[in-house]
T-cell receptor, first 114, second 115 residues
Framework: AQTVTQSQPEMSVQEAETVTLSCTYD???????LFWYKQPPSRQMILVIR??????QNATENRFSVNFQKAAKSFSLKISDSQLGDTAMYFC???????????FGAGTTVTVRA | GAGVSQSPRYKVAKRGQDVALRCDPI?????LFWYQQALGQGPEFLTY????????KSGLPSDRFFAERPEGSVSTLKIQRTQQEDSAVYLC?????????????FGPGTRLTVL
């Protein structure tokens, strides 16, 4: 079984600034994947960024980047140059190739202020 | 359509009623998942289909929950004798690869309210 913990229920950031969301996970698997999903208000969940555990290089997608610390089982998301459209709930999730399911954290609500 | 669709988007049921929630995955996607998302929480896995085969139903909370995908495309999640604790958003997701190894694409969800 995998567990994912997000310890920040809410974060607020000024437009154009940077915000970092924390996530820790626990797994006994050696082959797993980590994800950040974004769920805007009343809209469907979309994938923001994905990291394969066997890759040492941190994934980057435009303004979104991760800090993957495998030994510490930490997977934080950095949003640079925050935009109003980044306002959403962000979920950290893990997936094992031995399992079918995504295991989600409780989420962090990010509000970008104009 | 290009994405995963779900219907109805909103459902209000009286306690004890049966409900059926529909999911239309992206055409050609092998894997289909159902998740339950309580208010302010992350989604919780319910069940997984690979084509028409239900390979994992370990997340279904009780025998009142039943899911099917008879032709390997559209799926229906049925909840019998609904209870107030069943109130949640039910999310469907699909993936083009088996075991969900590819990216999971989510639908907009069905918000179920049991009175």
């Amino acid at each position: 079984a995998q567990t994912v913990t997000q310890s920040q229920p809410e974060m607020s950031v000024q437009e154009a600034e940077t915000v970092t969301l924390s996530c820790t996970y626990d797994t006994s698997e050696s082959n797993y994947y980590l994800f950040w999903y974004k769920q805007p208000p009343s809209r469907q969940m979309i994938l923001v960024i994905r990291q394969e555990a066997y890759k040492q290089q941190n994934a980057t997608e435009n303004r979104f980047s991760v800090n993957f610390q495998k030994a510490a089982k930490s997977f934080s998301l950095k949003i640079s140059d925050s935009q109003l459209g980044d306002t959403a709930m962000y979920f950290c999730a893990s997936f094992s190739s031995n399992d079918y399911k995504l295991s989600f954290g409780a989420g962090t609500t990010v509000t970008v202020r104009a | 359509g290009a994405g995963v669709s779900q219907s109805p988007r909103y459902k209000v049921a009286k306690r004890g009623q049966d409900v059926a929630l529909r999911c239309d995955p992206i055409s050609g996607h092998v894997s289909l998942f159902w998740y339950q998302q309580a208010l302010g929480q992350g989604p919780e896995f319910l069940t997984y289909f690979q084509n028409e085969a239900q390979l994992d139903k370990s997340g279904l909370p009780s025998d009142r929950f039943f899911a099917e995908r008879p032709e390997g495309s559209v799926s229906t999640l049925k909840i019998q004798r609904t209870q107030q604790e069943d109130s949640a958003v039910y999310l469907c997701a699909s993936s083009f690869r088996d075991r969900g190894l590819g990216e999971q694409f989510f639908g907009p969800g069905t918000r179920l309210t049991v009175l």
